[in-house]
């Protein structure tokens, strides 16, 4: 691997990292128990290495953050638009958009400029101050005063001002 620029964001999750690239590459690595999930993940052919303990470029371009969570990253570009990757059961999207957890998602989300994830839980800051969450909801994690697991974006109501 060979980097084209210095690195400008950095993210740790539980099994995961990620680094992003002022140009807007972004790099993961980890989750190498019980086999390695991200060695190929994102990436438009396999990689060379057999485990998951050396950073891969991702096939996503203009990344400016990211947010590791457990078992899956979440992606912003500088568009705006919200990308996820990983395991498809706790990356708190619906799994029929995903076959592989080397496949990247686009969310349904517009005008991000931030995102910040918990182990089966994600949230996102618009350009406009509004916040969205979406994933598991078990213990209330999502802030919509209920316990429903939400598989795409919510806006969280009670912190619209």
Not at 52 to 70: F, I, R, Y
Not at 90 to 109: F, M
Request: hydrophobic share 35%.
């Amino acid at each position: 691997m060979e980097l084209s620029d210095k690195i400008s964001q950095v993210s740790c999750g539980y099994q995961s990292m990620c680094a992003v690239t002022e140009k807007g590459e972004a790099f993961v690595w980890g989750l190498e128990q019980p086999k390695p999930r991200f060695r190929s993940i994102g990436t438009t052919e396999p990689q060379k290495t057999e485990t998951g303990n050396a950073p891969v470029k991702v096939s996503l371009e203009n990344v400016v953050m990211a947010s590791c969570a457990g078992e899956y990253i979440t992606f912003v570009n500088r568009e705006g638009k919200v990308f996820v990757m990983g395991d498809t059961n706790v990356r708190g999207i619906n799994n029929s958009q995903a076959k592989t957890k080397n496949d990247i998602v686009e969310l349904p989300l517009r005008h991000i400029v931030k995102v910040s994830s918990g182990i089966n839980f994600s949230m996102a800051l618009d350009d406009e101050g509004k916040v969205y969450v979406w994933g598991s909801n078990g213990n209330g994690q999502l802030g919509d005063g209920g316990l429903k697991n939400s598989y795409e974006p919510i806006l969280v109501e009670s912190l619209q001002f």
